[in-house]
């Protein structure tokens, strides 16, 4: 049985976090902060959910170890770029096209983040619920959810290395994962999304689990992640990015094909 009362006070939680930065953003004309709250509020409803969660102890310790791990490594990551780079072309575009219904419509895009969060919160609920898991769903779901945690941190470090050296200024990285992956951030990501959809494999809210592993795939892949990031690359890099788009997978790591240039 899904617990209704938990999620909906999650919602309501994550409607008033959303409401304040809206009226912040407002102010400051920052609304990347949304991306920074995104992560921290999925990550506490998350543990939320998992502490309130009809499962074993070892679910729901293993849940919400998983989840706060994932929540502090992404939102750090954000907030780091945010303090870098606190005005965001995505989101200057997107005021620019709403004209004067911007703000509305700001309000709208947040709230859209606040029910963002509790559905993605809601994935590792499923994983807290149930039974103590067998071996194999265990040994599974925690390699699937550790190794995308390492990926993707391994991947934005690599690529903020690179970025930081001036000798790298308007060049492509293509060293490290990079070189294996046009993504390998975004891959190592849906891999984590995996392993709580492995881990609740077992447990009465094994669907939710699934559907939030696949939820996942479609974002990155068709809307929200790579074809953003690709279009802005081909604006900006041009025939070198289409080379790297020849020679290079798009989302799964496979060993590069052969250069066609240096």
């Known amino acids: 049985m899904i617990p209704l009362i938990p999620i909906l006070a999650c919602l309501a939680c994550s409607i008033l976090i959303m409401t304040a930065?809206?009226?912040?953003?407002?102010?400051?004309g920052f609304p990347a902060i949304v991306d920074v709250a995104w992560a921290f509020t999925t990550a506490g409803a998350g543990l939320a959910l998992c502490l309130s969660a009809d499962g074993s102890l070892p679910r729901r310790t293993i849940a919400s170890v998983l989840i706060v791990i994932w929540g502090l490594r992404l939102g750090i990551h954000l907030a780091r770029r945010f303090r870098r780079h606190p005005v965001d072309r995505r989101y200057v575009?997107?005021?620019e096209r709403w004209g004067e219904k911007a703000e509305a419509f700001m309000l709208g895009f947040f709230m859209l983040q606040a029910l963002a969060a509790v559905i993605f919160a809601l994935p590792i609920m499923s994983a807290a619920t149930g039974d103590t898991?067998?071996?194999?769903?265990?040994?599974i779901g925690l390699t699937l959810s550790v190794m995308g945690i390492i990926g993707v941190s391994v991947s934005d470090h690599q690529l903020a290395r690179f970025v930081s050296e001036e000798s790298n200024k308007g060049r492509i990285c293509r060293s490290g994962l990079w070189s294996w992956s046009r993504h390998p951030n975004y891959f190592f990501e849906w891999l984590i999304w995996c392993g709580f959809a492995?881990?609740?494999?077992?447990?009465?809210?094994?669907?939710?689990?699934l559907g939030g592993m696949l939820l996942m795939l479609l974002l990155l892949l068709k809307v929200t992640g790579i074809p953003h990031v690709e279009r802005e690359a081909l604006k900006k890099r041009g025939d070198a990015w289409l080379e790297y788009q020849r020679e290079t997978s798009v989302f799964i790591p496979l060993p590069p094909r052969k250069r066609t240039s240096e």
């Open 93 to 95: 575009a997107m005021k």
């Open 133 to 139: 898991p067998s071996t194999p769903i265990l040994a």
């Open 198 to 209: 492995v881990l609740a494999a077992d447990g009465p809210l094994w669907y939710i689990g």
């Open 21 to 28: 930065l809206w009226a912040w953003q407002k102010r400051t």
